[in-house]
Each structure stands twice: as C-alpha cells, then as structure tokens.
C-alpha cells in the first residue's frame, strides 16, 4: 500500500510547482510559457483560474474525491515536462550567447528537483513517461557536455588569438589543433543532443528553440574552426599499397606510400607517425615524399580484408592528416608470457604485483592487451608497453577465499593476429581480521539509529558487503555497507525483543578472504538483563564502579582488570559511553579535565603514554573543527571526518590520518609505538596550525 495515494502525490508536486519563486502575498500575472493544465494555470506564481470565454460552457468543479487518478497524474506530468523543456530552453538561450555558467546552473538543483518530481508521476503509467524520463536526463547530461565543449572551444580560440598576436606561430599552431579536436567534439555531442531534443519532441515538449540554437552553435563553431585551419594547416594526401598483402607478426607485411600536399608537393625528409588500425609507428619519408615499414598485425582480427593507414600530424606541424587503406590477408602467431616478478602472497588491502614480457622469437610484442586472473576471477587489465613488457598492479578486495590460488596472466582477444600461451603461478591468500564499528543513538522515541564501518587492513574500506544485526540470538535486519564501508539503518523499538539491550553486528561472508568479526552497541535506555559480566563491562563506567563495590562489600572477591590502560579523553569525546564503536567491548577511564589540548597531548608524551597522547590530540582537534565549522559533535570518528569533508576541509588528508590513528589507539588491540604517537600529536598540530 503506497504512503500516499497518487491524487495525494500530486497536488503537493502542484503545490511545490507553482509556490517557488513566488513572494508571499504577491500575486503575479501568469506569462504565456507558464503551464496549463485542467484549467489552472502553473507557473512561477500562485493559481490563476482561467477566464472563461462567455461563449463557453463554464468549468465545472469536480469533487476532489471524484477526480480521476489518471487524469490527474497525466496533467501533472505534462505540466512538469513543460517546467523541464523551459531549463532546457534557457539553458540552450545562454549556451547560443556565450554565458557558459548560466547554462549550466539552468539545468542544476532546480532541474533536479523537477526531474525527481515527474520520476515520481511517471512510474509504471501509461503515458510513456518513463521513456521521457531517460531522455530528459539524457539531454542534460549532453546540453552541459556540448556547454563544457563550447567554453573550452572559447577559452582556446581566445589564447589562440592572444598567440597570433604575439607573433609565437608554435603555439598557435598547437592550439588551432586543439580548436580542431573540440570542434568534431561538439559536432559528434550535437548529434547526440539533437536525438535526445527529437525523443521529447516526439513526447510532446516543444524543443524547437534548442534544435535552432544548437544548429546555431554548431555552424558557428565550424566556421571559426574552418577559418583557423585554412589559416594555419595546408591539407595533405596520402597513398599506401602492399608488396604482397599476406602476413602475419613473424612475416610482417610490407607497406609502401606517399605523403604529399593536396597540390603533389611531396613531404619529404620529414619523420611521421602513421597509425596502422590501432597500432602507431614512425617512419622517415624521402626527397620524394615516399616511405616504407613492416607491419606485424596484433590485434587486428583474422578476418580483416583491409588495414587503415592514417598520418596522424604532430602538434604544431604545418600539415593537416590524411587517410588510406591497403588489402591484407592475416596468420595467426603465438606469443610467449614470462614473469619476471610476481607477488607471493597477499591480504586484503595488499597491493598485488605482476610484472613480465610477451615476445614472439624474442620480438617484443607492442601493445598486447593482458588480463591478470585469480583463479576465474579478473584481478587486473592492461597493455603491454613498446617493449613487450608489462607491470601490472592492483589492490586485493575480500575475494577469492584464503588459501593458495593460480595467478595467470593471458589476452582476452580471441581470433586475433596474435594468441598468447598462458603464464601461470601460485599465490597465497592469506586471512586478515578487519575492524567492525557499530553506534547506536536514539531517533525520537520510536526508533533507534544503527551506524558503523567496515575497514580492512590500514584502515581500507570494506564496501558493499552484508553485515547481520542481532539481539541475542535473534536476527533483526541485514544492513550493507557502502562504498566508503559504512553502514547506517534505522529500528523501530517495536521491531526489537522487549529484553534486549544490546545489538549485536556480524560480519561473515562465506566467500570472503576477511575473518569472521561482530560488535556490541548498548540499546539507549535499556539495561542488560542477562547478568553476564560481558554485559556489565558495556554499561557506563559509574554502573561499573557501583558493581564493583558491591562485589566487594559482599566478599565475593572478584578481581575486575583491564589488560591495558587508555584513558578516554574529556567529556568532548565523540564516542560516549554505552556506544563504543570498536568490534570488542571497551571500558576506559573518563578524565574530568574538562580542557583537552595540545598540551595535554605532549604532556602524555613525556610520561610515555602514547594512547593518551593521540586521543587526546584527536580530541582537541576535533572540538576545534567542530566550533570552527559549526559541525554536530553527536557522531562517530568518522561520520564526523565525513562530514568535516564535506565542508572542504583544507586539512582533509591530514584528519583521515589523525582519525586513523585514534582509532587504532583507542580501539587496536595493542598499545602504539612511541614513533606512532610523536607523529600523530605533530600531525594534530599541523591541523592545529593550519586552522589557526
């Protein structure tokens, strides 16, 4: 059952429509572009009631109850694909006279909204609405590529003009070739632009304005293009032609031709680039303007009839490209993969190094694409370089499995000019545990907010995988991660058991390389009732204390230890207690200093206690960020350096750094190293510095 009936969804997008831009209490006469639709007109301003000619049947009034669901949505989704052709229109208005940023501002938050609302009338109807979906999103998509193309194409005409008139003939050559790329740039954009104004022409929205204004743009762009070329390029042709057209890598095929002028003038003594399909080579033309080269096909296919030949000018030569052909017959040849280095273990996060050569007979071959696999899983692509080698990286994800793996390296083509014998070698995957955070905070008094992260190995993502949420031994939800690992669900209280007070997080995924890891949240406002001490050392620490005495009053002798001291910074600590973000349970000492500094932070240095040193340093910087900024301090450690991002945090780097390494000091199973700890308290008073 839907929210909100359909009726209902409209006339809150009517009301949205015709509400924005205008002042309150202003009327504002409606223009002729401003939207009709069942007799009220939709605009900028509040409703008008149209006039009703006296020759006419007046309008009657439906009852809204009565009105048709249909009806409605199809008015409605004319009137917002009326409101999107007007952003379009002004957009290609401020494209056609040069107002680059104008043009693209038409078609951003405002457009966006409008896009979102017709999205909401068009699903699953009748009206093809879908399909005009796609081609509004298509055509702004394309309209700020083609404005994009165009304010380069200015930006370079204009220093083209400034370089010619400083006399530097260099760079302006080198510019009227980039005038020249962008043109058939925005010539192949255009086209596809045009076909998105055609698709929503045919839908019924008038785009005749953006068609003329885009054929506008266009011409004018030629014409200017057109007359540089003529200024600064003189056209050339090109001839190729084969000795015999059989061949193959190991039997090249000999390839002779002529670069002259369009007037016979031969091209001579000149060296030249010519491209031969995909591959490049350079060749030494004679006092004739004639040349000759080997070509040992790659990937050209084995059915291929003919071969391009192109001559592809060099940035700031006087001459224009020019296009042939030659008749070719092609054999297959088997190449050869070696390594010459390759990774022998790895995790997850570790980057995995695959370097070698392909070679047929000890030739290199040049520009093989490759693929590097892990068993049927592709781990990387690549090409080899002009020498027939290749080195080739990536970082391992939470696939394959742990254990030991074959590592092939090979070509994906097939039916090409050259095949490859696979090269293959053992890997071992190894099993890293990751860290698993989990948060929870209150929403009102209905629901609670579940939130964390998922970070492998130096504090890397985990993105995109299932996590279990449980209360005891009952599963509540799944929730996943996303692609910055984090995760972030809410829960209404009455979906949870009446006597739960904590939830608990699980990662694992079967097909994962990543060990299995949970963590615990205490539920806002409620106690534990399961007597355990696990459960006790999650509550509070005044709650801690007050068991602790009473054990010891009763005579019960037990002796509660910690295993390691790391004491938690004043009251402006992010984490509260009660909701440690940390995979196990943590219970650390509240310092009542109510002052965390920098100072502090160097003076738990000089004791040797560098845990405190860093939570400390974490803390004052953050409580800078957050007055600085006007930032919430009710987060996580990195929700908050999230949100600092999104703020353009000039220090950005350098806090992900300094949250990394609070997290590994306050939640790591181990204490930091001195070195660690002077180079964080240094990292936070550069932040320091830099805020200042």
Known sequence: MRPL???????????????????????????????????????????????TPENATPVRHENPDEASEDDSTAALREALASRLGQRLEQSSVNLSEGQYEEAQAALGDEYTQ????????????????????????????????ISEDASEFQRTYQAYREAKAAGNETRARELARELLVLRTDIQQNASELNNSYTELQNAGVDTSTERDQLQTLTQNTSEVETQVTTTEFTSTQLSARTVDPNGSFVDPIEITGELRTVSGEPIRNNTITL???????????????????????????????AVSVGYIPSPTSLYLGANASVNVS??????????????????????????GSVSVNETPVEDLPLTVRIGNETLTTGRTATNGTFSLERRLDDSPTAGSHQLTVTSPQQNRSITVTSADTTIEI????????ATISPRGTESVVLSGRLSGPTNRSVPNESLTVQAGNETITEVSTDANGTYEHSIARSNLPANASMLTVRYAAAESNLETVSATAMLPGRASTDGGLVAALQQPLPVIVLVGALLSLSGGGLYLYRQRQAPQPPSEDPEQPGTDPSAETSNYDIDTDPGPSLSAAQAALDRNDGDTAIITAYTAIRTQIAEQYSMPTQSTHWQFYDAAADHDLPVRDELKKLTAQYEQARYGPDHVTAATAQETVATASNIEKSLS
């Not at 190894?430 to 955070?437: D, Q, S, V, W």
């Open 330 to 355: 092609l054999s297959q040849t088997t190449a050869t993969v070696q390594f010459q280095e390759t990774s022998e273990t790895a995790g997850y996060g570790d980057r995995i190094i695959t370097r």
């Open 114 to 145: 409008l896009l979102s609302q017709y999205a909401e009338v068009s699903g699953g109807g009748d009206g093809g609405g879908e399909t005009t979906l796609e081609s509004f999103e298509q055509a702004r998509a394309r309209q700020r590529t």
């Open 5 to 51: 009936s359909a009726v209902t969804a409209c006339l809150l997008i009517i009301v949205s429509l015709v509400c924005a831009g205008s002042a309150p209490g202003v009327a504002v006469e409606p223009t002729a572009s401003e939207i009709q639709a069942d007799g009220v007109v939709i605009g900028h301003g509040p409703y008008y009631q149209q006039n």
């Open 430 to 437: 190894i099993r890293y545990k990751p860290l698993l955070t």
């Open 275 to 305: 491209t031969l399909s995909s591959q490049t080579q350079s060749v030494q033309t004679t006092d004739t303007g004639s040349f000759t080269l080997a070509y040992r096909p790659v990937t050209q296919p084995l059915d291929a009839k």
